[in-house]
């Protein structure tokens, strides 16, 4: 099946618009391929059907198979040919929104790309080297010579111009100079704090040894503790967590087999380390489609702590207006609706809310 006519792709795609499409596609085409699979197994385990019936059923749930995302029959059709990802609803008659086309970027490893732009530059230095031979031993003329050798300095000069920059690049995310110095200074502060603390239970234990029966000493001594949790809870606390956020960008606890778990703890990321080759694109439709979603997920989250059983949502444009409404309220019997403004087709931060009547 040909796919219509596409709209106008979006080039300038943040990486995070960019991964969602990228999950979406395949989500959509696991659960479709998963399905079919699972069908069609059904049919090869049933021990009262022939060969014959069997295949004769499989071809019928290939014919009949039904959109992933309205069910119609039809099934969704996606291809993934010279970079593009596509799918849409195979439905000919009244085919649904999905609508996705992703045109896949090309990213490479800033360490691969400054190492190949160095072998570049050796590949021209000894170019040039043969050709001020080849001239030396008249294999060449003089006039062949300077055009070669004025062809094969630019290129030198343009690889290595671009070596230079990757390699800073790569040294920037690596080493991060600017990072390693606020490291540093918070380090130091974070061992005075810690310092300090020690001091300060010290002077605790001093407090209560030296005149434990005195009611003076007692309320000194709870005047030590409770200066030691302050320095606590206000300062090591929080230079820690900022210690830890300004070391490591990354850092979790994952599963590392069945019953162990492992910190990884990463300064930095491979995307930090990718260079862009080919820029990355997707359908209009798509990003929309994404924004309304993640829109959607991040109100869910703010208006969940006040709002109950907040179990089923509901989204709809009506013109230029981006509704989300809470359905499941039993307490109050109204619903939360709020109202976003669609700018092009995409809800913008400006929103209003209102409760409405539940409907019966």
């Known amino acids: 099946m040909e796919l219509e006519p596409n709209p106008k792709p979006v080039t300038n795609v943040s990486k995070a618009d960019y991964v969602d499409a990228l999950n979406e596609y395949y989500g959509y085409k696991h659960k479709y391929d998963k399905k079919f699979e699972e069908d069609k197994n059904a049919v090869k385990n049933a021990d009262t059907l022939t060969l014959q019936q069997k295949r004769a059923k499989i071809m019928r749930i290939k014919r009949n198979r039904r959109c992933v995302s309205c069910g119609q029959i039809g099934g969704t059709h996606f291809t993934n040919e010279d970079g593009v990802l596509r799918a849409q609803c195979g439905n000919r008659s009244q085919p649904c929104s999905i609508r996705i086309e992703i045109v896949k970027g090309k990213f490479m490893c800033l360490e691969e790309l400054a190492n190949a732009s160095l072998r570049t530059a050796d590949l021209l230095k000894d170019q040039i080297i043969k050709t001020k031979l080849d001239l030396l031993f008249n294999y060449t003329t003089e006039e062949e010579a300077l055009r070669q050798f004025e062809q094969d300095r630019a290129a030198l000069d343009q690889a290595l111009e671009l070596y230079g920059g990757f390699r800073q690049k790569y040294l920037d995310v690596v080493?991060?100079?600017?990072?390693?110095?606020?490291?540093?200074?918070?380090?130091?502060?974070?061992?005075?704090?810690?310092?300090?603390?020690?001091?300060?239970?010290?002077?605790?234990?001093?407090?209560?040894?030296?005149?434990?029966?005195?009611?003076?000493?007692?309320?000194?001594?709870?005047?030590?503790?409770?200066?030691?949790?302050?320095?606590?809870?206000?300062?090591?606390?929080?230079?820690?967590?900022?210690?830890?956020?300004?070391?490591?960008?990354?850092?979790?606890?994952?599963?590392?087999?069945?019953?162990?778990?492992?910190?990884?703890?990463?300064?930095?990321?491979?995307?930090?380390?990718?260079?862009?080759?080919?820029?990355?694109?997707?359908?209009?439709?798509?990003?929309?489609?994404?924004?309304?979603?993640?829109?959607?997920?991040?109100?869910?989250?703010?208006?969940?702590?006040?709002?109950?059983?907040?179990?089923?949502?509901?989204?709809?444009?009506?013109?230029?207006?981006?509704?989300?409404?809470?359905?499941?309220?039993?307490?109050?019997?109204?619903?939360?609706?709020?109202?976003?403004?669609?700018?092009?087709?995409v809800p913008t931060t400006?929103?209003?809310?209102?409760?409405?009547?539940?409907?019966?």
Request: cysteine-free.
């Open 175 to 345: 080493r991060n100079a600017e990072r390693r110095e606020e490291v540093d200074a918070l380090t130091a502060e974070f061992y005075d704090a810690v310092q300090t603390f020690k001091e300060t239970i010290q002077g605790t234990s001093a407090s209560g040894t030296s005149a434990s029966a005195s009611a003076k000493n007692a309320d000194a001594s709870d005047s030590f503790v409770r200066d030691a949790i302050a320095l606590y809870i206000g300062k090591i606390e929080p230079l820690n967590a900022t210690l830890m956020e300004k070391k490591y960008v990354y850092s979790a606890v994952e599963r590392d087999g069945d019953d162990m778990f492992r910190l990884v703890q990463k300064p930095y990321t491979l995307e930090q380390l990718e260079f862009e080759i080919d820029v990355p694109s997707i359908t209009v439709e798509a990003r929309n489609r994404q924004l309304r979603e993640r829109l959607a997920r991040k109100r869910k989250n703010q208006l969940a702590a006040y709002i109950f059983n907040w179990t089923k949502d509901q989204e709809r444009i009506t013109g230029d207006v981006y509704e989300v409404a809470n359905l499941d309220d039993p307490d109050t019997g109204k619903d939360e609706l709020i109202e976003f403004i669609v700018d092009n087709g």
């Open 350 to 360: 400006k929103h209003g809310k209102k409760n409405r009547e539940k409907s019966k």
